[in-house]
Nanobody, 116 residues
Framework: QVQLVETGGGLVQPGGSLRLSCVAS????????MGWFRQAPGKQRELVAV???????NYVDSVKGRFTISRDNANNAVNLQMNNLKPEDTANYYC??????????WGQGTQVTVSS
């Protein structure tokens, strides 16, 4: 069974930075994709950033230029560096991973709150 363990959430002021990390356990192959979703209260869950096995990345428009996703395929880990945080970034952030045979795994979520 795969477990995704997330760390790095917290409370920051607007303009601050956080680095989220996610490490997958009990894996034997490199995931097809790893990334981050987020969900704010009363809103739909949205994809924030994803890294594909071929090295490509995608970001939701609202975080482009501020967030950077990175992968460590050997360790099945993914990180999200978040800079210049805004109040609208406040959400619960979920790590996810997808295998090449279309099995999905989710982390438990880590809260990011951006407020003065």
């Amino acid at each position: 069974q795969v477990q995704l363990v997330e760390t790095g959430g917290g409370l920051v002021q607007p303009g601050g930075s956080l680095r989220l990390s996610c490490v997958a356990s009990r894996t034997f192959v490199t995931f097809y994709s790893m990334g981050w979703f987020r969900q704010a209260p009363g809103k739909q869950r949205e994809l924030v950033a994803v890294s594909i096995i071929d090295g490509s990345t995608n970001y939701v428009d609202s975080v482009k230029g501020r967030f950077t996703i990175s992968r460590d395929n050997a360790n099945n880990a993914v990180n999200l560096q978040m800079n210049n945080l805004k109040p609208e970034d406040t959400a619960n952030y979920y790590c996810y991973a997808r295998t090449s045979n279309a099995k999905d795994y989710w982390g438990q979520g880590t809260q990011v709150t951006v407020s003065s």
